[in-house]
């Protein structure tokens, strides 16, 4: 099961990821794998998004005693960090671009 999150306006993924966690912990409910997080107002970057899966499915790695279900979240977790990491990098070389052809420009 995967669970959506509304977070209000300016909440953090990882405050989020924390809480949902937690109200399934208490619901005791075992089919529980990972959570993606939406806020009302304020839209998470692809970036943020990214993260907070891979703490997802970090805790959720951490929650499960089945061995294969461990690794599996884990390789997720790294999937969804490497994607971050690229999300970052593409972002950075954006911005250099469009400072090249701004001064290329001048």
Same mark, same amino acid.
């Given at each position: 099961?995967?669970?959506?999150?509304?977070? %209000?306006?300016?909440? &953090?993924?990882?405050?989020? @990821?924390?809480?949902?966690?937690?109200? !399934?912990?208490?619901?005791?409910?075992?089919? !529980?794998?990972?959570?993606?997080? !939406?806020?009302?107002?304020?839209?998470?970057?692809?970036? %943020?998004?990214? &993260?907070?899966?891979?703490?997802? =499915?970090?805790?959720?790695? %951490?929650?499960?005693?089945?061995?294969? &279900?461990?690794?599996?979240?884990?390789?997720?977790?790294?999937?969804?960090?490497?994607?971050?990491?690229?999300?970052?990098?593409?972002?950075? &070389?954006? =911005? @250099?671009?469009?400072?090249?052809?701004?001064?290329?420009?001048?």
């Amino acid at each position: 099961m995967i669970v959506v999150l509304f977070g %209000e306006s300016g909440s &953090r993924p990882a405050a989020c @990821v924390a809480a949902g966690m937690a109200f !399934f912990e208490r619901l005791g409910d075992p089919g !529980f794998d990972g959570m993606v997080i !939406f806020s009302d107002r304020t839209a998470m970057t692809t970036i %943020e998004t990214y &993260r907070a899966n891979a703490a997802a =499915q970090r805790a959720a790695a %951490e929650k499960t005693n089945l061995p294969n &279900r461990r690794d599996m979240h884990q390789r997720s977790a790294i999937t969804w960090e490497t994607m971050a990491r690229a999300a970052e990098e593409t972002q950075g &070389r954006a =911005q @250099v671009n469009l400072a090249a052809k701004a001064s290329a420009a001048a």
